[in-house]
C-alpha cells in the first residue's frame, strides 16, 4: 500500500479496493512500527484520522469526493489545527491548542484529506538540521546518524520513509527543499504569495511560504494544487486563479533551456554531489533540453541578507509570545517584566534566542539602515539576478545542497556554518521565486538533491520538468531499506 | 565608508545602546555587556553563564552579515514584496465575530475576560 502513488490510491478508493479507513490505518501501523527510531511525529491523531477516513469513505460512496479525499498526509507541526496541539517545536507553545485553523488546515479538510498527525521540525522553524526542536532531533531514515535537514525534517523523513505519502512543509531559507534532498525525495516551494500564511505560524513573514512534500512531483502536485489559492486572510497573498498542476505533468520539455549557474559550481560543493547533478543534466538533455552556462553573480550575498532580514522579522513576529495570552507562563513571576523575560528565555531555546537577538540588534535604533534597509537593498539586486537569467533561460538547475546529510551534531555549535548547509536555497526565497528539490541519485550512500528553480508562477512548469526527470528515472522511488518493509 | 544613520528608525527608540558599527573593521565583536543589553531589549532573559557563548555566537553571525557592506547599493529600492503587491484595501466593516472566551480560553491566567499579569501600579 505505502509504495503506491496519490493516483493509484485514489483509484484504489474508487475502485473499493481498500478504504480510506483502511489506507489510514495501513499508515498509522506504519507510524507507530517505524517512528521510535525517527521520531518524525510529534503528535499522532489517530482517532480524529480514523473519523475524517470514515467520512471521507462516506464522500467516496457518494461520488462527490476529490481527489485528495481519503488520501492521508501528515502536517508540518506549524500549521494551526483547532483542537489539535500546535507546538512548532518548542517548549513555548508546548500546550498551545490554536482556537482555529490555519487556512492550509481548512483547504485539506475541505478536500477530504486525512491528517495523520503532526510532523517534527526546527523549533518555530529556525534551523537546517531539526536539531533545535524542542522535541528532540530526526533522524534520517538513510542514515539514523545523520540529520534530515531542516527546518521540516519531520515531514521530510517521514515521507522518505513512507510513513504517509503526503505532508506539509514550510520554506523560508529551504526548509522544504534542503530536507528534500537530504532525505531523498521531491517538495515544493511555490511563489511567495501563493499559499496563505494564514494560521501558519510566522518566522520570517516576507520569506515564509507553505508547500509540499511527496515521493514523486506526480504526487506533490496534487497536494501543492489543493494548498494555494488567493486568501483575504493572508495580506500578502496574491489574487490569481491557480493552475491545475497535474494537468501539465506530461508535456515534453523538447528545447526547454536550462541555466546552470556557474556560482553554483564552485567551492565547497561536494564532488559526489557534483558527478550526479552532472549525470542529471546529462538526462536533461538526451529529453530534448538545451543546457547552457547562466551567472547569478550575487549569490555570494543571499546567506548575509538572509541573516539580517530573516532574524529581524523573526525578533518582530515572536515578540507575541510573551507569557500572557497564550503559550508558556514562567512560575510565579516577580513582575510584569520578570514575566516576559522569563517566559521567553525558558520558553525559547538557543537558536530561537540567538536569532531574536540578531534580529533585536539590526532593529535597534541607528541600525536598521545599516542592516534591514541595506539588505532589503541587496535583495534587490539578488531579484535583478534571477531576472536576467530567466530573459535566456525557462528553469535554472544546480545541486539542492553543497553536501549530502551531514552528521547529528555535526554543526550544531557553530550557527554560521549550519547557515551555510542553504547557500542555495536561501537565494530563491529572497527573490520570492518557486523552487523545487527532486532526488537525483546518490552520493556515499546518501540522497543527493537536484535543485530546480523557475521564474514567478512557474510551478505548473517546475513540476512538468520534474516529472519528465522523473518518468526517465527512477531515483524518487528508492526507499530505504530498513522503511521498504 | 558608510555610517548607519538614524533615518527611518522608529521614533520611540531615541537611545542607542551600542556603540557605532564601523565598517573599517569587519570583525564585529559585541562583549558580555552588549548582550546584556540586546537581550534587556528583545526581553529574553538569558543566563549569565551564557553571556560568552552569545557574545562569541553573536558577534560571529554579525562579522559574518558585514559583507553586505561591501555592495555598492546606491539608489537601489529596499525590495519590500517579492512581485510588488501592494497592501489591499477591503471595506471598514465588522467582518469576525466575537471569539473572546474562546481565545481566553488558551490564556495562562484571567478573570471575568481580562489577561491577568503582576501588578504594575501600587
Redesign the interface.
Known sequence: MFQKTISELAKGLRAGEFSSVELAQSFLARIQAHDPQLNSVVTVTAEAALAAAGAADERLSNGDAVLLTGIPYLHKDIFCTEGVRTACGSRMLDSFEAPYDATVTLKLKEAGAVMLGKTNMDEFAMGSSNETSFYGPVKNPWDLERVPGGSSGGSAAAVAARLAPLATGTDTGGSIRQPAALCGITGIKPTYGRVSRYGMIAFASSLDQGGAFAASAADAALLLEAMCGFDERDSTSLDRPVEAYSERLDDGIDGLRIGLPKEYFGEGLDPGVAAAIDTAVGEFEKLGAVVRDISLPNSSLAVPAYYVVAPAECSSNLSRMDGVRFGYRCEDPRDLEDLYMRSRGEGFGAEVKRRIMVGTYALSAGYYDAYYLKAQQVRRLIREDFAQAFAEVDIILGPTTPTTAFKLGEKADDPVTMYLSDIYTIAVNLAGLPGMSIPAGFAGGLPVGLHLVGDYFAESRLLNVAHRYQQATDWHTRVPAAFGA | M?????????KY??????P??SHEITRMS?DKEA?SR??????????ESEYEL?AR??S???S??????A?D?TG????????E?S??L?PDEVSETD?RA??Q?????VEAGL?L????IE
Open positions: 558608510r555610517h548607519p544613520h538614524t533615518h527611518g528608525s522608529p527608540a531615541t537611545f542607542c545602546v551600542f557605532k558599527p559585541l548582550v540586546i537581550a534587556q531589549l528583545a526581553r529574553l532573559r538569558v543566563d552569545y555566537n553573536l560571529d553571525i554579525l559574518f552579515v558585514e559583507q553586505l557592506n555592495v547599493t537601489v529600492e529596499p525590495m519590500a514584496h517579492p512581485v503587491a497592501q489591499r477591503r471569539q474562546q481565545f480560553g488558551i490564556a495562562p491566567r489577561y499579569v503582576p501588578k504594575v
